[in-house]
């Protein structure tokens, strides 16, 4: 099964930007959809944003406009650009792949990034 490891986070002031990276363990190229997802705490986990296998995105409603998921098939890698962050923003990002019928591909989380914001 594919696993996934997050890198890319840590300490930002509001206004800054980072770039998560998730890499696979294998390939992604036919992952029905893959998503980044964060956990505050003393919160469940969120689904921040999600690309599917055709290339469409969908963001929640709190990061549109400011985060863009990408991916690149070649080297089964997916990004999270996060730009004009907020501390709100703040939390430990994961993520994982979903399978069309539900469910996800790694059945166990990684360990994420954690995303600071503060001044």
């Known amino acids: 099964q594919v696993q996934f490891v997050e890198s890319g986070g840590g300490l930002v002031q509001p206004g800054g930007s980072l770039r998560l990276s998730c890499a696979a363990s294998?390939?992604?190229?036919?992952?029905?959809?893959m998503g980044w997802y964060r956990q505050a705490p003393g919160k469940q986990r969120e689904l921040v944003a999600s690309m599917f296998r055709a290339g469409s995105t969908n963001y929640s409603d709190f990061v549109k406009g400011r985060f863009t998921i990408s991916r690149d098939n070649a080297k089964n890698t997916v990004y999270l650009q996060m730009n004009s962050l907020k501390p709100e923003d703040t939390a430990v990002y994961y993520c994982n792949g979903e399978k069309p019928w539900g469910g996800y591909v790694s059945p166990s989380w990684g360990q994420g990034t954690q995303v600071t914001v503060s001044s």
């Open positions: 294998g390939s992604i190229f036919s992952i029905y959809r």
